[in-house]
C-alpha cells in the first residue's frame, strides 16, 4: 500500500460457524505432548519365532507376569509364555504350549486371572490353559478345558470385562458362541448361548464397559451392536461409505470406532452414536496402504490409539464427547513394520515413570518384540494423579451366574498408587458394635466412664496399628522397587554369563544390601517411637 494513501484493503468476513476455519483453534491438552519410548536392545525380547500366519489378528497377548505369542509350530499350532522380566535372546529350544492340531489364531489371558489363558484354532477347538508360576522346563500339552462347538475353524476369543468364567468365541461358521467355564467337565460341548444373526464371517468382537454391549463386524462390512445374553440384534449400520473391518466401544462416551476402507480404498475411520448406526458422525481417510488397522482405546485418558498391520507408526489421538470428536495428537514413528501387537493392562504399567501405555511390537523381519511406552513428559518425580484415574482392576463384578441371570455391574476400580487398595470393594458385612445393646439401664456413672475410657484407648491403638502396617506396607514397596533393576526382579534373572554381567550382578547386590540397611534403621527407630506412644496410652488409661 502506497505511504500516506488513506486506502484500506478490505477485511475479510469472519468465518460462519458452519464453514471450517483456516487456522484450527488451539486446544489445550495434557496429552498434547505424549511420545513413544521404544526399550533398549536389552529390555526387548529377541530370537523369538513369530508366525507367518497372515490371519488379521494380534497374535501376541500381555498381562503383568506374562508375555504370550503365536509360534511356528511342526504338526499344529503352539504359542510361547515367556515371563515378563526374561528379556534377551531367547533359547531355541524354549518350551511351547502346544496341542491344538491347527494353527492357533487367537490368544487372550484371563483379566481376573493371570494364569489362566484362551486359545483358538483352525481345528474348530477352543481350549484354557492352567501357566504354572514356575517356568516351563519342556513343552506344555495339558489343557485345563476343551470347548468343543464350532463346526469351522475359530478365529476370535474373547473374555468379558465384568463377570468371571464367561468366554465368548467368533468362528468361521458365522456364529458366536458364548461359554460358562464355571463346570467341572474338562470337555464343554455345548455353549449356553449361541448368537447365529451374522451372515458371513466376523472380523472383531468388542464389549462395552460393563459387559451389557457387543458389537461385532462382519465380512459383509455391516458393523451390529447385540444384547450378548439374548443375542437379539440391537443395532445394524447399512452405510455403505465406509466398509468396517474392527471395531471398538469408545468406554462410556455412547459411540463405536470402527477401522476399514472407503469406497476409493483408502484405510479409514469412522464414529458412530451407539444408538444411531444410520451414518457415522465423522470420517476420517489416513492413507492408500492396504494393512488392517488395529485401534485401541484408553478409557481412563480418552485417547485412542491406532497400529496399522505393516506399518512402522502408530498414531495416537484424544477422543473428546463434542465436535471434532477426533483431536489428532502425534505419531510414534519406526522404520521396523510390526506383524501384530500386543498391550499391557493398565494395572502393569510403570507410574514412576509415567508411563499411560505400554505396547509390544512383533517384529517378523527381525524376530523381535520391541516394547513401547507412551509416556507424558513430567518432571516431578511423584505419583501423578491427574493422569492415573481410578482403573479397572484384576477383581470380577460378577460370577458367571448372576450376569447370564440379567445383572450388569461396572468393573471394580483400583488406584495405580503404590500400596492402594480396592476403591469399589464389594460390600462388606457390618462390623460389630463396641458396646453391647443389652447391657442395663441402670449402669453406674464410673463403669460408664470406664467403659469410654477403654473404647477411647481401644480406638487409639488401632489407628497406631492401622499406621504401623501402611508404613509396613509403603517400605515392602520401596523394598520391591529396590530390587527392580532395568524393568526385572535381579533375584528371578537368569544367572550371568559373562564377567561384565557378574560385576554388574555384584553392584547390584551392594546397593540393595546398603538400602536394607537403611531401610532397617528405619523401621527400628519407627518402632521405638510406637513402643513409647503405646506406653504412654497404657499409663493415659492406668490413671483413669
Not at 464453514?19 to 521404544?38: C, D, T
Not at 483408502?266 to 452414536?273: G, H, I, V
Given at each position: 500500500?502506497?505511504?500516506?494513501?488513506?486506502?484500506?484493503?478490505?477485511?475479510?468476513?469472519?468465518?460462519?460457524?458452519?464453514?471450517?476455519?483456516?487456522?484450527?483453534?488451539?486446544?489445550?491438552?495434557?496429552?498434547?505432548?505424549?511420545?513413544?519410548?521404544?526399550?533398549?536392545?536389552?529390555?526387548?525380547?529377541?530370537?523369538?519365532?513369530?508366525?507367518?500366519?497372515?490371519?488379521?489378528?494380534?497374535?501376541?497377548?500381555?498381562?503383568?507376569?506374562?508375555?504370550?505369542?503365536?509360534?511356528?509350530?511342526?504338526?499344529?499350532?503352539?504359542?510361547?509364555?515367556?515371563?515378563?522380566?526374561?528379556?534377551?535372546?531367547?533359547?531355541?529350544?524354549?518350551?511351547?504350549?502346544?496341542?491344538?492340531?491347527?494353527?492357533?489364531?487367537?490368544?487372550?489371558?484371563?483379566?481376573?486371572?493371570?494364569?489362566?489363558?484362551?486359545?483358538?484354532?483352525?481345528?474348530?477347538?477352543?481350549?484354557?490353559?492352567?501357566?504354572?508360576?514356575?517356568?516351563?522346563?519342556?513343552?506344555?500339552?495339558?489343557?485345563?478345558?476343551?470347548?468343543?462347538?464350532?463346526?469351522r475353524r475359530v478365529g476370535l476369543v474373547e473374555w468379558h470385562p465384568t463377570a468371571t468364567s464367561i468366554l465368548f468365541?467368533?468362528?468361521?461358521?458365522?456364529?458366536?458362541?458364548?461359554?460358562?467355564?464355571?463346570?467341572?467337565?474338562?470337555?464343554?460341548?455345548?455353549?449356553?448361548?449361541?448368537?447365529?444373526?451374522?451372515?458371513?464371517?466376523?472380523?472383531?468382537?468388542?464389549?462395552?464397559?460393563?459387559?451389557?454391549?457387543?458389537?461385532?463386524?462382519?465380512?459383509?462390512?455391516?458393523?451390529?451392536?447385540?444384547?450378548?445374553?439374548?443375542?437379539?440384534?440391537?443395532?445394524?449400520?447399512?452405510?455403505?461409505?465406509?466398509?468396517?473391518?474392527?471395531?471398538?466401544?469408545?468406554?462410556?462416551?455412547?459411540?463405536?470406532?470402527?477401522?476399514?476402507?472407503?469406497?476409493?480404498?483408502?484405510?479409514?475411520?469412522?464414529?458412530?452414536?451407539?444408538?444411531?448406526?444410520?451414518?457415522?458422525?465423522?470420517?476420517?481417510?489416513?492413507?492408500?496402504?492396504?494393512?488392517?488397522?488395529?485401534?485401541?482405546?484408553?478409557?481412563?485418558?480418552?485417547?485412542?490409539?491406532?497400529?496399522?498391520?505393516?506399518?512402522?507408526?502408530?498414531?495416537?489421538?484424544?477422543?473428546?464427547?463434542?465436535?471434532?470428536?477426533?483431536?489428532?495428537?502425534?505419531?510414534?514413528?519406526?522404520?521396523?513394520?510390526?506383524?501384530?501387537?500386543?498391550?499391557?493392562?493398565?494395572?502393569?504399567?510403570?507410574?514412576?515413570?509415567?508411563?499411560?501405555?505400554?505396547?509390544?511390537?512383533?517384529?517378523?523381519?527381525?524376530?523381535?518384540?520391541?516394547?513401547?511406552?507412551?509416556?507424558?513428559?513430567?518432571?516431578?518425580?511423584?505419583?501423578?494423579?491427574?493422569?492415573?484415574?481410578?482403573?479397572?482392576?484384576?477383581?470380577?463384578?460378577?460370577?458367571?451366574?448372576?450376569?447370564?441371570?440379567?445383572?450388569?455391574?461396572?468393573?471394580?476400580?483400583?488406584?495405580?498408587?503404590?500400596?492402594?487398595?480396592?476403591?469399589?470393594?464389594?460390600?462388606?458385612?457390618?462390623?460389630?458394635?463396641?458396646?453391647?445393646?443389652?447391657?442395663?439401664?441402670?449402669?453406674?456413672?464410673?463403669?460408664?466412664?470406664?467403659?469410654?475410657?477403654?473404647?477411647?484407648?481401644?480406638?487409639?491403638?488401632?489407628?497406631?496399628?492401622?499406621?504401623?502396617?501402611?508404613?509396613?506396607?509403603?517400605?515392602?514397596?520401596?523394598?520391591?522397587?529396590?530390587?527392580?533393576?532395568?524393568?526385572?526382579?535381579?533375584?528371578?534373572?537368569?544367572?550371568?554369563?559373562?564377567?561384565?554381567?557378574?560385576?554388574?550382578?555384584?553392584?547390584?547386590?551392594?546397593?540393595?544390601?546398603?538400602?536394607?540397611?537403611?531401610?532397617?534403621?528405619?523401621?527400628?527407630?519407627?518402632?521405638?517411637?510406637?513402643?513409647?506412644?503405646?506406653?504412654?496410652?497404657?499409663?493415659?488409661?492406668?490413671?483413669?
Open positions: 500500500m502506497v505511504a500516506g494513501s488513506t486506502r484500506h484493503l478490505p477485511i475479510p468476513d469472519a468465518p460462519r460457524p458452519n464453514q471450517m476455519s483456516w487456522h484450527p483453534q488451539y486446544r489445550s491438552s495434557k496429552f498434547r505432548h505424549v511420545f513413544g519410548k521404544p526399550a533398549s536392545k536389552e529390555n526387548c525380547y529377541d530370537s523369538v519365532p513369530i508366525t507367518h500366519s497372515v490371519h488379521d489378528n494380534h497374535f501376541c497377548a500381555v498381562n503383568p507376569h506374562f508375555i504370550a505369542v503365536v509360534t511356528e509350530c511342526a504338526g499344529g499350532g503352539a504359542f510361547l509364555v515367556i515371563p515378563l522380566h526374561q528379556t534377551g535372546k531367547l533359547d531355541p529350544h524354549y518350551p511351547k504350549v502346544c496341542g491344538h492340531r491347527g494353527n492357533v489364531l487367537d490368544i487372550k489371558w484371563n483379566p481376573f486371572d493371570d494364569f489362566e489363558i484362551a486359545s483358538c484354532s483352525e481345528d474348530t477347538t477352543i481350549k484354557i490353559w492352567n501357566i504354572p508360576k514356575q517356568l516351563l522346563t519342556r513343552n506344555l500339552t495339558a489343557y485345563s478345558k476343551e470347548l468343543v462347538g464350532h463346526s468365541s467368533a468362528g468361521y461358521d458365522y456364529k458366536v458362541m458364548v461359554w460358562n467355564l464355571e463346570t467341572k467337565e474338562s470337555v464343554i460341548m455345548s455353549p449356553v448361548r449361541t448368537i447365529d444373526c451374522h451372515q458371513d464371517v466376523i472380523l472383531a468382537m468388542s464389549f462395552n464397559t460393563n459387559g451389557s454391549l457387543l458389537a461385532t463386524t462382519c465380512k459383509d462390512r455391516k458393523i451390529r451392536v447385540l444384547d450378548p445374553r439374548a443375542g437379539t440384534v440391537l443395532q445394524e449400520a447399512s452405510y455403505k461409505g465406509h466398509r468396517a473391518n474392527k471395531v471398538l466401544f469408545l468406554g462410556n462416551l455412547k459411540k463405536l470406532l470402527s477401522t476399514g476402507t472407503s469406497r476409493w480404498n483408502n484405510r479409514q475411520m469412522a464414529l458412530w452414536d451407539q444408538d444411531d448406526l444410520s451414518v457415522p458422525l465423522t470420517e476420517e481417510d489416513l492413507d492408500g496402504s492396504s494393512g488392517v488397522l488395529f485401534p485401541f482405546y484408553d478409557v481412563d485418558t480418552n485417547m485412542l490409539y491406532v497400529v496399522g498391520k505393516g506399518d512402522g507408526n502408530i498414531r495416537y489421538y484424544e477422543v473428546s464427547p463434542e465436535k471434532p470428536h477426533l483431536n489428532y495428537l502425534t505419531e510414534y514413528r519406526s522404520n521396523h513394520p510390526q506383524k501384530g501387537i500386543g498391550v499391557m493392562p493398565k494395572r502393569g504399567l510403570d507410574v514412576s515413570t509415567c508411563e499411560i501405555f505400554r505396547f509390544y511390537k512383533l517384529i517378523t523381519t527381525k524376530s523381535l518384540i520391541e516394547p513401547i511406552s507412551m509416556i507424558v513428559p513430567r518432571r516431578s518425580e511423584s505419583y501423578q494423579e491427574d493422569i492415573y484415574p481410578p482403573t479397572a482392576g484384576a477383581l470380577p463384578s460378577l460370577t458367571a451366574r448372576e450376569w447370564l441371570s440379567g445383572l450388569d455391574k461396572e468393573p471394580v476400580l483400583v488406584s495405580l498408587r503404590p500400596g492402594s487398595e480396592l476403591l469399589s470393594p464389594r460390600p462388606q458385612p457390618p462390623e460389630r458394635p463396641l458396646s453391647d445393646p443389652t447391657a442395663p439401664a441402670s449402669s453406674h456413672l464410673w463403669g460408664q466412664t470406664e467403659q469410654l475410657v477403654a473404647e477411647d484407648c481401644r480406638r487409639r491403638l488401632s489407628l497406631l496399628e492401622d499406621k504401623a502396617p501402611r508404613w509396613t506396607a509403603e517400605h515392602r514397596l520401596e523394598e520391591k522397587k529396590a530390587w527392580l533393576t532395568n524393568g526385572f526382579d535381579i533375584f528371578e534373572c537368569p544367572p550371568p554369563k559373562t564377567e561384565n554381567e557378574l560385576l554388574q550382578m555384584f553392584y547390584r547386590q551392594q546397593e540393595e544390601i546398603r538400602r536394607l540397611r537403611e531401610l532397617l534403621t528405619q523401621r527400628e527407630v519407627q518402632a521405638k517411637q510406637l513402643e513409647l506412644e503405646i506406653k504412654n496410652l497404657r499409663m493415659s488409661s492406668e490413671w483413669f
